[in-house]
């Protein structure tokens, strides 16, 4: 029997998200920078915790918007590891690919939440990722894994290299921007979309425009650019028109920012799937970033299609 062929399929490391919400007047903020009184203890308004990873967390936000997804993701073998896989079962997403390493961990990322923003405590056990027998996807998503990241890249390469139909779709993560442009040129070459906020987009070529930020960006490789910018909305740039869209505004505050570059990409990436124009898919991206950072957890707010759709048009 062959084989049905992946919709798309997300690579990239998952974890646990413990976050903390800390009472306001228990930090002081300055400069970018919050600093808590050695030895103190800090009051927590609430404590919550989330399955999460950029891959993960955009396997479930394409998922909720109509592409069977699969996730491919290297865990600890341990409860963590269990509830990931039975949460993602819950939702839809294939996890045939989500493979227990025995004898480790599950990634856990303690995240602080300061007034809105958040700050996350990153770490990556040892795993050893491979290209698997999982066919030619549709599309390949693949993002945040953890060091010593460059060998499974180099057969990732290979392989697209093998299978060019494939679209590949990426977003860098810690590791890959600390290693710089080089650490990342050759799948850079063959990327058809690129996520990045702006700050990355800058740390990869310079400080420039909006329209030239996005030309440096293809001139590495990527035939499609979209650069996030907060508050600011977002844009994408096909190497023809540039398509901006302001952040969407809803009646409800914003509680923690965790997720909302993948709740960005999981709206944008979902719609190109579906063969959306290309500014309706900046709208899908903005709008579903909007609603994951008005709920605790970077899962918790990912709209359905119909719900993207009846927000789009209430909008307009």
């Known amino acids: 029997m062959k084989k049905e062929q992946i919709q798309l399929l997300a690579i990239g ?23 808590f009184i050695h030895g103190t203890k800090i009051p927590v308004d609430s404590f919550n915790t989330s399955i999460a990873g950029n891959a993960l967390n955009v396997s479930v936000g394409t998922q909720m ?59 990556h056990e040892k795993r050893d990722y491979k290209v698997r027998n999982w066919g030619p996807p549709k599309w390949i998503y693949y993002s945040s894994i953890g060091k010593n990241f460059e ?3 180099k057969e990732l390469v290979e392989y697209l290299n093998k299978n060019p139909k494939v679209g590949v779709a990426f977003n860098p993560g810690t590791y890959h921007l600390k290693g710089g442009v080089e650490a990342i040129c050759d799948f850079l070459q063959i990327t058809h979309i690129l996520f990045v906020n702006k700050d990355e987009a800058i740390q990869l070529t310079e400080n420039a425009e909006l329209l030239e930020l996005h030309k440096n960006l293809q ?39 965790t997720g909302a570059g993948d709740a960005f990409s999981s709206g944008f990436l979902a719609a190109i799937i579906h063969s959306r124009p290309l500014r309706e898919a900046v709208r899908w991206g903005v709008v579903n970033s909007s609603s994951v950072i008005r709920e605790i957890g970077a899962i918790h707010g990912l709209k359905n299609q119909k719900e993207i759709k009846e927000m789009i048009n209430y909008e307009s």
Do not use: M, W
Not at 84 to 89: A, G, K, R, S, Y
């Open 13 to 35: 490391d998952s974890s646990i998200d413990q976050i903390l919400s800390v009472e306001d007047n228990f930090a002081t903020e300055q400069n970018g920078e919050i600093c």
């Open 65 to 123: 918007l109509g592409v069977d997804t699969h996730v491919y993701t290297e865990v600890g073998d341990d409860q963590n590891a269990q509830r990931i896989i039975d949460e993602l079962n819950a939702i839809g997403v294939n996890t045939k690919y989500c493979l227990k390493n025995k004898d480790t961990l599950t990634d856990i990322h303690p995240i602080i939440v300061y007034r809105e923003e958040r700050t996350i405590f990153i770490y």
């Open 151 to 153: 060998g499974f890249q």
């Open 219 to 257: 001139k590495l490789g990527p035939k499609l650019t979209v650069i996030t910018d907060g508050g600011n909305g977002a844009s994408a740039y096909d190497g023809k028109d540039l398509i901006h869209e302001p952040s969407y505004h809803q009646n409800k505050p914003i509680l923690d920012t």
